[in-house]
Structure formats: C-alpha cells, structure tokens
C-alpha cells in the first residue's frame, strides 16, 4: 500500500518557456504553495489527460493523487481552498474586473505572444531548438525536432489562428497597444488595479512573462517602450506571501483604464460574440472585425465557456456592482454580456480537484475533439 504525503509540494506538468505555466508558477510563488516543475513529454501528457479529460499544459498532480488543470479554474480553486493571502477584491466589482482582465489578457494576447515567437526568425530559431532539447522523449534527430516545433507552433498558432500579411499589424498592435496602456498604470501603482496584485495581474503575467519579457524579438521591444512594464514583471514574480499579506487590497475599479476596458469593450467581447455565434451554427472558422481589420481564425468552445463563465458572474452581481461595472465597460457592452450564448458548451473540466478518471477521448487546449 502507498501511503500519500499531503503536504508535499505539487507537482506542474509544464515548462519554463510556456505562457500559462508561467501564469500559473507566478502565482503559486505568490500564493507561498510548494510545486515543482516537472517537464512535459508525451507519456506524461497522455497520463494527465486520462485524469483531466484536456491534452495542454500545465496541468497539476496533487499529493492526494487528484488532478487540477485550466489556469482560471486553479486560480479560483486555491482562492477557495487557500485564501490566505487573498488575491481576489472584497469588493464584488473590482472583483469581477479583475476576472474579465484575466480572462481578456491571457486569452486576447495569446495569439500576438505566439506571433512575436514564431513569426521571427532568430526568436523562432531559437525556442524550437529549446523545445527540441527539453522535449526529449522523441525519438529523431535534434534537427527534425527543431523544424516539427517550427512548423507545429507557426502552423497551428500563428498561421492557423488567422495571421496573414493583412492582419498581422492588427495583430502586432495588440502588443504594442498593451504596452502603452499599462505603461502609465505602473508609473502611478505597483499592480494593475493597486496597490494589491489581483487576478488581472496573473492573466497579463501570461503572455507578458514568457513570451513578451523573455522572447528576444518582443523583449527588445519592451525594455525600449514600456520600461515599467519591464519591472512590473519581474515584481510580480518576486511576490511572497509575507509581502502580499501586507498589501492593501482595491476597493474600487480605478477610473485610469479607460483605454484597457474600451479593448475589451470594443475589441474582446464582440470577439467573444462572434465566436460563440459560429460556434451555434457549427462552423469551424470565425470571422470578425478588429477596428478595421477582418480576421478570420478557428472556432474555439473554450472560449464559449470563458464568455459563459464571465456572464454568470456578471449577473451574480448585486445592483450597485453592476451599476459600477457599466460604469467602467459602458451600458452597452454589460448589456451584450448579459445575453447568453445561443448555445452554451458543455463544461468538460467540471469542479476541481478532479478525482475520477475522465472521458478516453480528450480535448485539445481550446476543447475541439
Ligand atoms: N485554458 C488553459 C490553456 C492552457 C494552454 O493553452 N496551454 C498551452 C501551452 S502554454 C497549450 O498547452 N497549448 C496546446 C498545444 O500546444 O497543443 C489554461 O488556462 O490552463
């Protein structure tokens, strides 16, 4: 008989070059929760998706022998299980911003921050071969694995997620305007919403560490543009639960966002309106507009459920929440939120920890079969 130790740290099926591994290592540090990081390969993958039902990374082992896999999901359950310290806002809608932040930075960003790594020669060059070496358990030589993860990360994240010489400066914009509108928040605050971190600071944590900040193409151009975004990152991963403890939490949405929440408002949520449309109709692609240019991409159930997530909770709020929320989105786009999706997903990672083995066929990271 095995005897399980629960104190033990957890272990994180991930790497050190990977977007929501990143997300999820900054705020465990943060939270003070042991972990250790144990490579991704194939075997592993194939383990982990029999107990979570999902094939992405990174997915978490816990010493009891259940399972945690989706950053968002992990995020919430630790903040049930472990609040102390609490990164989430008393105020219900800080609160709810925080989580619609979260939910548009490390969805909204992905494809600029798989863009600026495998759209650059030198930077592409460069994270294939150290894909090729970390994932070891391939058998070929080290040259075939650098050109399977060139043409895997280009063709699936980059070329196959709709980005074309039409759109690719629609496409770089969202980095570069990212850059400019966090740049004057960190001047006047340590953390998005304070003085405190909140989940909106793990959700830009994902494509701005990794990728951004550790990427050479894009990490030049954050050292030259947004210096304080630069800091804000490693601030970030130098939080300890001591030092978050002693943090003043936000108590209420700072009227400085204008420019993040008219993104999201303008750019996000219509995006998430599209894609929950074609997914209604069955269609596989999507095509929607980005202020001015059309972009055509895959149709991602996930995202369904991100948008159906964030509208239970937006309707969970009380009037005076939801008064302060439209305050800050506008009427209209709070209104959008509001309607349901015309037709809802099926939730396939259910309430964590997950301790049944899952369905034999599992899904992808943005739940296609
Ligand atoms: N919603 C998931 C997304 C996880 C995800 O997409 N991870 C990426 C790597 S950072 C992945 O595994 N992509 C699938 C692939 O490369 O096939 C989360 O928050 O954990």
Not at 281 to 303: F, L
Request: aromatic fraction near 12%.
């Amino acid at each position: 008989m095995t005897t399980r130790n629960e104190s033990a740290p957890l272990v994180v099926y991930g790497t050190d070059c990977s977007y929501y591994t990143g997300k999820l290592e900054a705020y465990l540090r943060a939270k003070g929760i042991a972990y250790r990081l144990e490579p991704f390969n194939e075997r592993n993958m194939r383990r982990a998706a029999r107990h979570t039902g999902v094939i992405q990374i990174p997915q978490v082992e816990c010493p009891d022998g259940s399972w945690l896999a989706d950053t968002t999901l992990i995020l919430d359950y630790f903040e049930r299980t472990r609040p102390a310290p609490s990164i989430t806002p008393a105020d219900p809608a800080t609160a709810f911003a925080s989580r619609l932040i979260e939910d548009y930075a490390d969805e909204w960003l992905w494809r600029p921050a798989m863009h600026y790594r495998w759209s650059f020669p030198t930077t592409a060059a460069l994270m294939s071969a150290w894909l090729a070496e970390h994932v070891t358990e391939q058998r070929a030589p080290q040259w075939a694995k650098r050109l399977f993860w060139r043409r895997r990360q280009y063709g699936t994240f980059v070329k196959g997620d709709g980005v074309t010489p039409a759109t690719c400066v629609a496409v770089e914009a969202a980095y570069l305007d990212t850059l400019a509108t966090l740049e004057p928040i960190f001047a006047s605050r340590p953390f998005v919403l304070g003085e405190r971190p909140t989940p909106a600071d793990f959700g830009f944590m994902a494509p701005l560490f990794r990728h951004f900040f550790c990427d050479p193409a894009p990490g030049r151009i954050m050292r030259e543009r947004a210096p304080g975004v630069h800091e804000w990152v490693a601030r970030v991963w130098n939080l300890r639960p001591e030092r978050v403890d002693a943090m003043p939490t936000p108590e209420r949405i700072p009227d400085d966002l204008g420019r993040l929440f008219a993104t999201i408002a303008e750019v996000y949520l219509p995006y998430l309106d599209a894609n929950a449309a074609a997914y209604a109709k069955g269609a596989k692609v999507v095509t929607y507009d980005v202020r001015g240019t059309p972009i055509t991409e895959p149709v991602k159930p996930y995202r369904v459920w991100c948008r159906d997530r964030l509208r239970a909770e937006l309707l969970r709020l009380e009037n005076a929440a939801r008064t302060s929320v439209e305050r800050t989105l506008g009427a209209d786009a709070t209104a959008r939120l509001a309607q349901p999706s015309p037709k809802p997903v099926e939730n396939l990672i259910l309430e964590l920890p997950l301790t049944a083995p899952r369905q034999p066929k599992p899904v992808d990271s943005w739940w296609r079969r």
